[in-house]
């Protein structure tokens, strides 16, 4: 059973000691859905498209593993989280992000603030009732023609999502609630972002670019 936002953060309050340790090494197959976990952060990065004076915010921060790949790119990076132990991790590791507590359905910064909107590894902890509103609340804060880069566990299809459970047996978390691309697309679509454009980064992982319109 999907865990709730409540028993998300307690979680994440508890592993942020160890959490940078601990998907250190997931690129075996003990890793379970992370495997190819820094992989895929890496080309992700790559793909995002920005300039030096950017603004960028990472929604679902965490430590900063997937922010931190910005900071020599000229860009001012600013951080959300649920967990304010995740944020005073990343603080210590990142003094220079601007970090704040909130989630994908309540983002603490202003309407248009923000030319790229960037998240990893954070999105499938959005209950499935509530990802259209999360959708359309990374579009609120991003500027006309802004882009947003999204990076999960996610599953072509349900088909997908059953053989890699069955492949991973007893590493499979029953807590998760993982997205279908199909679904997640209509939704970024609804939430009027448009030229979404997935690639598939490791065996269960997938990345989306998509704008808002200008």
Known sequence: MPRTPEEGRALFDRWARTYDLDLAGQDGPEAGPLVGYAETLRIAAEQVPVVPGMSVLDVGIGTGAFAARFRGRGVRVSGVDPSPAMLDACRGKHPGF????????AIPFDSGEFDVVISSFAFHEVPPGGRLAAC??????????????????MFASPAALAAAREAIGERWDDEEDYPLVGDLDQLLHEAGFGGSRWRQTAPCHWMVLARKPA
């Open 98 to 105: 601007i970090l704040r507590v909130g989630d994908f359905n």
């Open 136 to 153: 359309r609340e990374l579009a609120r804060v991003l500027k006309p023609g802004g882009a947003l880069c999204l990076v999960d566990i």
